[in-house]
């Protein structure tokens, strides 16, 4: 186990749009003390960034599989890497 900083740039697919997942995302990614943020793509993605401790972000990476009660995930990519976040956890308006 690490807590070296990590920082990741995904994209999370399926049915995530329209069953809370940003406003979960979001608790989820606050209650494990992480910065960054989250927010709906015109596509029906969802792209979230996700900053802290190693060890954290991974636990977080683990549970955006799972998300909400009526979530399906059927893929999360990575995409190109971003500055770490700082501050808060935040939901942005769709891009």
């Known amino acids: 186990m690490t807590t070296d900083p990590l920082t990741v740039h995904v994209l999370i697919e399926g049915r995530v749009q329209g069953v809370g997942y940003r406003a979960w995302c979001a608790s989820a990614a606050e209650a494990r003390g992480l910065s960054g943020w989250v927010r709906n793509l015109k596509t029906g ?6 900053s802290g401790p190693s060890d954290t972000v991974v636990d977080m990476m683990d549970q955006l599989w ?3 009660a009526f979530a399906r995930v059927s893929a999360i990519r990575d995409l190109d890497p971003v500055d770490p976040a700082k501050g808060s956890f935040a939901v942005l308006e769709t891009a």
């Open 45 to 50: 993605a969802v792209e979230a960034v996700l």
């Open 66 to 68: 799972q998300g909400p």
